[in-house]
């Protein structure tokens, strides 16, 4: 058996994970582990401005700086997750941001945050869940952004990112794009007018992240519609990236067949999507069972420990692991 990571590189793919700073840096199995799996490495919360902004005229690097050099030491791609969001704000944002201010202070960050990577970063994520998950005006979320600056800010976002680095692929990234009921459907529409608008108005945008976020007890999906979604996004020109895979149990009962099913479910949804070629990546939200989100975000309801990833606790392998070898 070989690694994720060079599964993936045989057929043209990239396989990476989220991590965060404090495993990587305290966990030296773990730390192995990651660097022998994955080829690419997305700092969970470390690029996030709760982390990086702790007052509104500081820049904190030393955590996201420790994990490039990591990347670059292991010889893995970095990949920067997100520099606008309407979460993981610092708590100075609400007191300090304003109609006035609001473009001079997202440019600045985006500038100053972009440039500080420039030419070592493989991508951006750089508009994180702008579409409203329920339908709205614009079909646009409504986030502190949109409140101050107006739609616009989604270009502004990605053309101050591209000047600052013309070189990492830029990426537009959002969730709950996967399954088959009419809101999932609804949402697909809307980002496909987001892209096609970004598009005609010369915005420089490379990829769509689907983040897949995926209940493990959800009904399967709709190849059909999901491929033609991938396929009229792939038209536009840009590539796809699966950039947050998981899979969330949380009212997934039988423990004893639980990894078989949760396998399952990655098998099923990784072979349907990498049929379309412009899916190029593949991105795990964390790597090991030890170190995941789903267990605050989606936990058990009997309490037991979820496994959503390709590693359990202990950094073995598991049937998830199996699954997306072979769906590469
Ligand atoms: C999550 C992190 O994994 C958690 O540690 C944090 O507490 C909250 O954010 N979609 C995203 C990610 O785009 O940034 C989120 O990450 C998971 C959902």
Redo the contacts with the bound molecule.
Sequence with gaps: KTSLRERAASQGLIYGA?A?YQPLRANLEFAQRFAQECAILVP??EL?WQILRPTPDQFDFRRSDWMARFAQKHNMLFRG??LV?Y??LPQWFKETVNRKNAERILTDHITTVVKHYAGNMHSW?VV??AIAPNGSKDGLRQTPWLRFLGADYIEMAFRTAAAADPQALLVY?D?NLEYDNPKTEAKRSRVLKLLERLKSKRVPIHALGI?S?IGASSQGFNAKKLRSFLKEVASLGLKIFIT?MDVLEKNLLELENRDAIIAGVYQDYLSLVLDEPAVNTVIT??LSDRYT?AA??APRQDGAPVRPLPLDTQLERKLAWNAIALAF
């Design positions: 989220a965060s969970t919360n996030k997750h997100t969001w979460q993981a994520d994180n869940e990234n969730n983040q976020h947050e939200w964390g989100w605050n975000f």
